[in-house]
């Protein structure tokens, strides 16, 4: 098995790392390091500027991940904001904003970033497309889970275990893009 270090304050995000992960063949260590989060355009700059601090604290064989909700009725928002939207309005705030609207197309989207001794610098994005319901409903998962039903399934991920969230999340779409681009850029040098 292969050890990689998750740089995550997230607990349940760990979590998935480790179930994703492992059958793939690596070990998922937890490194409770913060890096800035920089506000930027887009889910991969956070990324790339995450990496490039925790390499500068002297870490390395790292891997994390930047993840946001982006809601097509509300021209992509809460996006790259997610964070902080979580953490003021809520998902009571987004079915709010969400109210008499028809329109409830929503897309996860997860950018993966590693840095590892022998392969350098890799970065993947994976997406989960799906709707926001109208109520909260379930008590798994974590932040935006409640109010989120993924295209193939009529549970939102809040309702189902890690099995088949990392089947259908945006998480468990990136993590088997990264595992595939790992070991062809093993195989190329
Ligand atoms: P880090 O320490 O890894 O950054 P975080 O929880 O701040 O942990 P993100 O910045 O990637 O993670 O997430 C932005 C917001 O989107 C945050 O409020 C999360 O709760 C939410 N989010 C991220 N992934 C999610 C998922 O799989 N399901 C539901 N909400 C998610």
Do not use: W
Not at 19 to 26: K, S
Not at 33 to 61: P, W, Y
Not at 101 to 112: K, L, W
Request: proline share 3%; glycine share 10%.
């Amino acid at each position: 098995m292969k050890e990689v270090a998750l740089v995550t304050s997230n607990m349940h995000k760990l979590k998935e790392f480790r179930h994703g992960l492992a059958p793939l063949g690596y070990d998922v260590v937890h490194l409770p390091v913060d890096c800035d989060e920089i506000q930027a355009d887009t889910l991969e700059e956070v990324v790339d500027r995450c990496l490039d601090d925790v390499v500068e604290m002297g870490h390395s064989n790292i891997i994390l991940d930047d993840s946001g909700l982006f809601i097509d009725r509300l021209n992509g928002f809460p996006g790259v904001y997610s964070s902080y939207v979580f953490s003021t309005l809520g998902n009571e705030g987004i079915l709010k904003l969400m109210d008499g609207s028809d329109d409830r197309r929503a897309r996860f989207e997860c950018c993966i970033g590693c840095q590892m001794d022998d392969v350098g610098r890799l970065v993947v994005k994976g997406s989960s497309p799906g709707r926001i319901i109208g109520e909260a409903r379930g008590r798994l998962g974590f932040g935006y889970d409640p109010i989120f039903v993924p295209d193939g399934s009529e549970r939102t991920f809040a309702e189902m275990g890690l099995d088949e969230k990392n089947a259908l999340s945006h998480r468990g779409n990136a993590m088997r893009l990264f595992v595939n681009a790992l070991s062809s850029k093993m195989k190329v040098d």
